[in-house]
T-cell receptor
Framework: DAGVTQSPTHLIKTRGQHVTLRCSPI?????VSWYQQVLGQGPQFIFQYYEKEERGRGNFPDRFSARQFPNYSSELNVNALLLGDSALYLCASSWGDWTSETQYFGPGTRLLVL | DQQVKQNSPSLSVQEGRISILNCDYTNSMFDYFLWYKKYPAEGPTFLIS?????DKNEDGRFTVFLNKSAKHLSLHIVPSQPGDSAVYFC????????????FGTGTRLQVTL
C-alpha cells in the first residue's frame, strides 16, 4: 500500500512569492495534518483537517492556509513568503481524529526561500 | 514555550547495549505520547506509543515508560543495532486534539559497532 505522498519534494522560491504544497493521505485515511520542521527543531503543528473541515490550527500567521478535498488530499498554501518560511513541510494522515490515533508522515517538501 | 523537551541532543551507544532516550513534558493535559524515528530525507516513522492510563508499553526491542507524576517518559531500545541510528522525536497530544502533536527537539542516536 502506498504511504503518504507529498509533492513537490523540493522547491525554491523568492521572498514575497506564493507556494502550494500537496499531500495525498494513505488510502482510507480521512484526517490530514500539516507540520513545519525548521532545521534543528521538532515538527511544529500548522493545521489539521478531518472530513474536509478544519479541526485545528497552530500558532502560524494568516499567510498560511490549507484545505482538504473530497478525496481527502490536501493543499497547504503560503503567501508572501519570508526567509523564515524555509523549512521541511510534513504532511501526516490518520484514519480518524481521536486520542490514540497514530499519524503517519510523508517524506516532506523541502522549501527554500531566497 | 517548549512543552515537550528532549534535553540530550545526541547519544552514542555501542551495538548490543541498551539505548535510553528521555523526554520531559510540562503540559499536564497531555494524555497520549508517541515516539518517532527519523532518517535524513525521510518523514518521521512511528515507533511506539503509550496512553496515560499505562506506565509501560513494549513492542519487540522497544519499550516506552511513562512516569506521570514526574512528567517524564523514556524509550528503551534493547539490544541497540546500527540500523537504529537516527533522530528520535518524542511527541504528545491531549484528548480532543489527537492530531495536534507537540514534538520535542529530537535526540540523535548513533549506534556504533
Amino acid at each position: 500500500d502506498a504511504g503518504v505522498t507529498q509533492s513537490p519534494t523540493h522547491l525554491i522560491k523568492t521572498r514575497g512569492q506564493h507556494v502550494t504544497l500537496r499531500c495525498s493521505p494513505i488510502s482510507g485515511h480521512k484526517s490530514v495534518s500539516w507540520y513545519q520542521q525548521v532545521l534543528g527543531q521538532g515538527p511544529q503543528f500548522i493545521f489539521q483537517y478531518y472530513e474536509k473541515e478544519e479541526r485545528g490550527r497552530g500558532n502560524f500567521p494568516d499567510r498560511f492556509s490549507a484545505r482538504q478535498f473530497p478525496n481527502y488530499s490536501s493543499e497547504l498554501n503560503v503567501n508572501a513568503l519570508l526567509l523564515g518560511d524555509s523549512a521541511l513541510y510534513l504532511c501526516a494522515s490518520s484514519w480518524g481524529d481521536w486520542t490514540s490515533e497514530t499519524q503517519y508522515f510523508g517524506p516532506g517538501t523541502r522549501l527554500l526561500v531566497l | 514555550d517548549q512543552q515537550v523537551k528532549q534535553n540530550s541532543p545526541s547519544l552514542s551507544v555501542q551495538e548490543g547495549r541498551i539505548s535510553i532516550l528521555n523526554c520531559d513534558y510540562t503540559n499536564s493535559m497531555f494524555d497520549y505520547f508517541l515516539w518517532y524515528k527519523k532518517y535524513p530525507a525521510e518523514g518521521p516513522t512511528f515507533l511506539i506509543s503509550i496512553s496515560s492510563i499505562k506506565d509501560k508499553n513494549e513492542d519487540g526491542r522497544f519499550t516506552v515508560f511513562l512516569n506521570k507524576s514526574a512528567k517524564h517518559l523514556s524509550l528503551h531500545i534493547v539490544p541497540s543495532q546500527p540500523g537504529d541510528s537516527a533522530v528520535y522525536f518524542c511527541a504528545a497530544s491531549e484528548t480532543g486534539t489527537a492530531s495536534k502533536l507537540t514534538f520535542g527537539t529530537g535526540t540523535r542516536l548513533q549506534v556504533t559497532l
